[in-house]
């Protein structure tokens, strides 16, 4: 423990165990903490109220609020011993989605981007304890943050208390990578003053008001950060759709040649497509984005990108320890800003973002799924991807056209839940081909999906239903209503959605 990460002298005097800090937590409470995308979350204080849980046999339930996904640490080993009984507003942990999926956790799926003033606003009732992760805390007592800045900002606002877990596996030298700005609710609500995604609108340290800091604690867990698979055959023919695509793109004059800032969703497929980039003929391209993955790295080595900026770094951990041994350079060209920024649809529509998202399926009309499996069950959540989507200048989903070994098509007649309309989504691509879906109606949308997206094993039953209900069903948009799911209840009953020569689709 060091003392000297601490260099407001009055705020030595809150340091305190993990165990001491968690008795601030009371049954019942509303409980938010830092973090995003399994970054930056705090690693000693709900493992220690856990674990008095666990040695006094006395039952403790809170609400718990947080930017986005989190470590074991918060959902995992909360969700094994049952101690949430609200969750917002996105979460990516197994352990969390069974309890989610059973009905003993409430979960409240949203656009991230509507989460802090949901916050602010009340919405979900008010807040007791915020736990923030920081690297250090400056002589005038500000929070200086890990690697993610989530909804931090708004949680320390609005809190009645404040703990913070001083991290020392971070490096000090995080300090400066951060822009903390926070914009006012309506109606004194103004512009943000944001054109470009290297620019400074605000400050390297997040505020928190001294009288509320109640505990300091000092850890010293390490962040895990993902697991990423090899890059695979399917991922690179993905990657190579999306780069012929842009390259037309260019070449017909709708964006300049190092084409518009870009933002990636997360998890294996995006970030293989976006690291696809670096073999492209691209070169000082922007990235406006949420999370930046491994793939960010790639980028920056490769020369083809200038700049990132995100609301949080989720890196794996050979590309953490590769960032923290070349920091300071790394420095200059990341930038980690609040959800309500990175995420913000004025900002998006501004800069006029390309969007890659990935999809759990699609339908033969544009319309996408990325978070329920059969319609029911969440994955996920919806995360960002719809903050994007719906304002981008051009908006992708990314998916293999087969999942299970080919007992799954991703591309279905009518997808089981809807996440993005076919209104807000421009091109769908798989591993067969793009799918430029723009300016064309639904029975256009439905023949190319279908000839360009779907895989071969699939594509002449997609285009039967589709026959098929044009004919009995006609209208703007076909669809046999009691066939249109048949294919997921296919899936339910016998393991795959191919048709049995025995069955009738």
Same mark, same amino acid.
């Given at each position: 423990?060091?003392?000297?990460?601490?260099?407001?002298?009055?705020?030595?005097?809150?340091?305190?165990?993990?165990?001491?800090?968690?008795?601030?937590?009371?049954?019942?409470?509303?409980?938010?903490?830092?973090?995003?995308?399994?970054?930056?979350?705090?690693?000693?204080?709900?493992?220690?109220?856990?674990?008095?849980?666990?040695?006094?046999?006395?039952?403790?339930?809170?609400?718990?609020?947080? &930017?986005?996904?989190?470590?074991?640490?918060?959902?995992?080993?909360?969700?094994?011993?049952?101690?949430?009984?609200?969750?917002?507003?996105?979460?990516?942990?197994?352990?969390?989605?069974?309890?989610?999926?059973?009905?003993?956790?409430?979960?409240?799926?949203?656009?991230?981007?509507?989460?802090? =003033?949901?916050?602010?606003?009340?919405?979900?009732?008010?807040?007791?304890?915020?736990?923030?992760?920081?690297?250090?805390?400056?002589? !005038?007592?500000?929070?200086?943050?890990?690697?993610?800045?989530?909804?931090?900002?708004?949680?320390?606002?609005?809190?009645?208390?404040?703990?913070?877990?001083?991290?020392?596996?971070?490096? !000090?030298?995080?300090?400066?990578?951060?822009?903390?700005?926070?914009?006012?609710?309506?109606?004194?609500?103004?512009?943000?003053?944001?054109?470009?995604?290297?620019?400074?609108?605000?400050?390297?340290? $997040?505020?928190?008001? #001294?009288?509320?800091?109640?505990?300091?604690?000092?850890?010293?867990?390490?962040?895990?950060?993902?697991?990423?698979?090899?890059?695979?055959?399917?991922? =690179?023919?993905?990657?190579?759709?999306?780069?012929?695509? $842009?390259?037309?793109?260019?070449?017909?004059?709708?964006?300049?040649?190092? #084409?518009?800032?870009? =933002?990636? @969703?997360?998890?294996?497929?995006?970030?293989?497509?976006?690291?696809?980039?670096?073999? +492209?003929?691209?070169?000082? $391209?922007?990235?406006?984005?949420?999370? #930046?993955?491994?793939?960010?790295?790639?980028?920056?080595?490769? @020369?083809?990108?200038?700049?990132?900026?995100?609301?949080?770094?989720?890196?794996?951990?050979?590309?953490?320890?590769?960032?923290?041994?070349?920091?300071?350079?790394?420095? &200059?060209?990341?930038?980690?800003?609040?959800?309500?920024?990175?995420?913000?649809?004025?900002?998006?529509?501004?800069?006029?973002?390309?969007?890659?998202?990935?999809?759990?399926?699609?339908?033969?009309?544009?319309?996408?799924?990325?978070?329920?499996?059969?319609?029911?069950?969440?994955?996920?959540?919806?995360?960002?991807?719809?903050?994007?989507?719906?304002?981008?200048?051009?908006?992708?989903?990314?998916?293999?056209?087969?999942?299970?070994?080919?007992?799954? +098509?991703?591309?279905?007649?009518?997808?089981?839940?809807?996440?993005?309309?076919?209104?807000?989504?421009?091109?769908?691509?798989? !591993?067969?081909?793009?799918?430029?879906?723009?300016?064309?109606?639904?029975?256009?949308?439905?023949?190319?999906?279908?000839? =360009?997206?779907?895989?071969?094993?699939?594509?002449?039953?997609?285009?039967?239903?589709?026959?098929?209900?044009?004919?009995?069903?006609?209208?703007?948009?076909?669809?046999?209503?009691?066939?249109?799911?048949?294919?997921?209840?296919?899936?339910?009953?016998?393991?795959?959605?191919?048709?049995?020569?025995?069955?009738? #689709?």
């Amino acid at each position: 423990m060091s003392l000297e990460r601490i260099r407001h002298a009055g705020l030595r005097e809150k340091v305190v165990s993990a165990k001491d800090a968690a008795a601030l937590i009371q049954d019942g409470m509303n409980i938010a903490i830092s973090g995003f995308a399994l970054a930056g979350n705090p690693k000693e204080v709900l493992p220690a109220m856990v674990k008095e849980i666990q040695n006094s046999g006395i039952r403790k339930k809170i609400n718990l609020w947080t &930017g986005a996904s989190t470590g074991f640490e918060v959902d995992g080993l909360l969700a094994e011993n049952d101690v949430v009984m609200r969750r917002f507003p996105y979460q990516s942990s197994k352990e969390m989605r069974q309890r989610i999926n059973q009905g003993d956790v409430q979960y409240t799926d949203m656009h991230l981007s509507m989460s802090p =003033q949901s916050v602010r606003y009340g919405w979900w009732g008010h807040l007791d304890l915020a736990i923030i992760e920081a690297a250090a805390i400056t002589e !005038e007592g500000e929070i200086v943050l890990t690697t993610a800045v989530g909804n931090s900002p708004t949680f320390v606002e609005v809190a009645d208390r404040v703990i913070i877990e001083i991290n020392e596996t971070f490096p !000090e030298n995080l300090e400066g990578i951060h822009d903390i700005f926070q914009i006012a609710d309506p109606p004194e609500r103004m512009s943000i003053p944001l054109t470009h995604p290297d620019q400074r609108i605000g400050s390297p340290f $997040l505020h928190v008001p #001294l009288e509320k800091v109640k505990a300091i604690v000092f850890s010293n867990v390490p962040e895990k950060g993902p697991v990423f698979s090899p890059v695979e055959d399917v991922h =690179q023919k993905i990657a190579g759709h999306l780069i012929d695509f $842009l390259e037309g793109e260019v070449a017909i004059g709708r964006m300049p040649p190092n #084409l518009l800032p870009l =933002q990636s @969703g997360v998890g294996n497929v995006a970030n293989a497509v976006l690291a696809g980039l670096a073999d +492209s003929k691209f070169s000082h $391209l922007r990235v406006y984005s949420e999370v #930046l993955q491994d793939s960010i790295l790639t980028l920056l080595e490769s @020369g083809k990108l200038d700049f990132a900026s995100g609301c949080a770094i989720n890196l794996s951990r050979d590309a953490m320890q590769k960032l923290y041994s070349n920091l300071d350079w790394y420095k &200059g060209k990341l930038m980690l800003r609040p959800l309500e920024i990175s995420n913000h649809p004025e900002v998006i529509r501004r800069l006029g973002l390309i969007s890659m998202n990935t999809a759990l399926e699609a339908d033969i009309y544009g319309n996408v799924n990325s978070t329920h499996v059969l319609g029911s069950k969440i994955m996920n959540g919806i995360g960002g991807s719809g903050d994007f989507t719906r304002n981008a200048f051009l908006s992708f989903f990314f998916t293999e056209s087969i999942a299970k070994q080919g007992s799954v +098509s991703s591309i279905v007649p009518y997808v089981s839940h809807t996440d993005h309309t076919e209104h807000d989504v421009d091109v769908i691509i798989t !591993e067969q081909g793009a799918a430029d879906l723009r300016g064309l109606s639904p029975r256009e949308r439905a023949l190319r999906i279908i000839h =360009q997206c779907a895989h071969p094993d699939y594509r002449d039953a997609l285009q039967d239903y589709f026959d098929r209900a044009c004919r009995m069903s006609g209208g703007q948009t076909p669809h046999i209503l009691d066939q249109c799911f048949s294919w997921h209840t296919r899936f339910q009953k016998t393991g795959s959605m191919k048709e049995n020569e025995s069955d009738a #689709l």
